[in-house]
């Protein structure tokens, strides 16, 4: 017999989930406490045996502009079955997510899941319900890389685009250079500039998140400074061992020389290079 337990204590959460394959940063309850849309987390156990654990968002009334404003990247579904061949694992997610579902869409009108990138099976998603198509499946590309497939820093940016090497090369005949400083108020004040594209509702949900991976002290913001004049800025996670480029900006009333932007993010990388030796 399947149960679905709620769990109510954010850091038991923490404790088990950190043991699927599937745990990043971005599932935990230091994360989730810096968004605002309602969440809660789910077991799913078969003889005391913890099989699936979910993390799922509420289309609350008060809340429902959120709903997708806060939708992040591996929010969903966390799987233990390491001991499992990958075609008994494909049929056993497949049977757990269908008990859930089916469990939840009578609760629940409207939900949202944002699948891990080693999750490659998403039938149980096309399937359910079947002939409806109850999902809408939005595929969403992200790049990943391996720095153990690299000796060096200098190693991992002769694999990169020529265009890159190209704005780093040109950025370090400059007069420009960058500091590190975690400073949340001078990078807020900075990507400020961005409120008129973006809008106020991203523009406030970015803020509080950015204010909250301060408090739980998970970023790592660094600057491109002009004559000691802050232009631009990045932000990255950092948890155990994954960094998350997560915000950048810099201010389009300054005229630059170079990209900004490309020399910043090669800095964090060679900082988390230096960081696994």
């Not at 992200?142 to 060096?152: C, H, V």
């Not at 040109?170 to 008129?196: A, G, M, R, S, V």
């Not at 600057?223 to 800025?233: P, S």
Request: aromatic share 16%.
């Amino acid at each position: 017999m399947t149960k679905i337990e709620e769990i109510k204590n954010p850091k038991l959460w923490d404790k088990i989930v950190c043991k699927s394959n599937q745990y990043s940063l971005l599932c935990s309850s230091k994360f989730l406490s810096g968004l605002t849309c309602p969440h809660k987390f789910f077991l799913l156990k078969e003889k005391q045996n913890i099989k699936m654990a979910v993390l799922i968002f509420e289309n609350k009334k008060k809340f429902k502009k959120y709903f997708l404003q806060d939708f992040n990247y591996n929010q969903g579904f966390y799987f233990f079955d390491n001991d499992l061949t990958e075609r008994k694992r494909n049929k056993e997610r497949i049977r757990l997510i269908n008990i859930f579902l089916k469990e939840m869409t009578k609760n629940y009108s409207e939900l949202r899941f944002s699948l891990n990138y080693n999750i490659k099976d998403i039938r149980a998603f096309q399937w359910f319900d079947h002939p409806k198509k109850t999902f809408q499946i939005n595929t969403v590309y992200t790049s990943i890389i391996q720095l153990n497939e690299f000796k060096t820093f200098e190693e991992y940016i002769k694999s990169i685009r020529y265009e890159r090497r190209r704005e780093y090369r040109l950025f370090t005949e400059t007069n420009y250079k960058i500091i590190q400083e975690n400073d949340h108020e001078k990078f807020i004040k900075l990507y400020k500039f961005l409120k008129p594209n973006i809008g106020k509702l991203m523009f406030d949900t970015h803020l509080k998140v950015i204010r909250n991976a301060n408090k739980m002290n998970f970023s790592r913001i660094n600057f491109l400074l002009d004559k000691n004049k802050i232009i631009a800025g990045t932000l990255f996670y950092y948890h155990k061992n994954r960094a998350y480029y997560a915000f950048s900006v810099s201010n389009p009333n300054y005229k630059k020389k170079v990209s900004c932007t490309a020399p910043l993010i090669l800095e964090q990388i060679n900082y988390s290079f230096k960081k696994q030796n």
